[in-house]
């Protein structure tokens, strides 16, 4: 199983990133893909995500109204669009793929099967 993250980079405060992750390896539409983050010295978070059928999406209160997650199953891929960055928005991001529970959505790292190697998003101030 490979999950790929890319679309990361250096951008400034108010910007906009889109981020994608192809996926290989795995029946994509069985899974919910979830978005985390880390900056050094924290744990890794949960960002948003998407139920395999994009039937729920959800995110965190830090980039609500700000990141969209999306899917495309005929094309294996999981996006995220973020707008209007912030500085404290930097850090690594990754995709996920989790196939448990009812929804497959899980803000816990520890629930998820697979992880992307991740993107770096870097934004000035």
């Known amino acids: 199983v490979q999950l790929q993250a890319s679309g990361g980079g250096l951008v400034q405060a108010g910007a906009s990133l889109r981020l994608s992750c192809a996926a290989s390896?795995?029946?994509?539409?069985?899974?919910?893909i979830s978005w985390f983050r880390q900056t050094p010295g924290k744990e890794r978070e949960f960002v948003g995500g998407v139920t395999k059928d994009s039937g729920i999406k959800t995110y965190e209160d830090f980039v609500k109204g700000r990141f969209r997650v999306s899917r495309d199953n005929d094309k294996n891929m999981a996006f995220l669009q973020m707008n209007s960055l912030k500085p404290e928005d930097t850090g690594v991001y990754y995709c996920a793929a989790r196939s448990t529970g009812v929804f497959g959505l899980s803000r816990r790292a520890d629930e998820i099967q697979y992880w992307g190697q991740g993107t770096q998003v870097t934004v000035s101030s």
């Open positions: 390896g795995l029946k994509f539409s069985d899974y919910a």
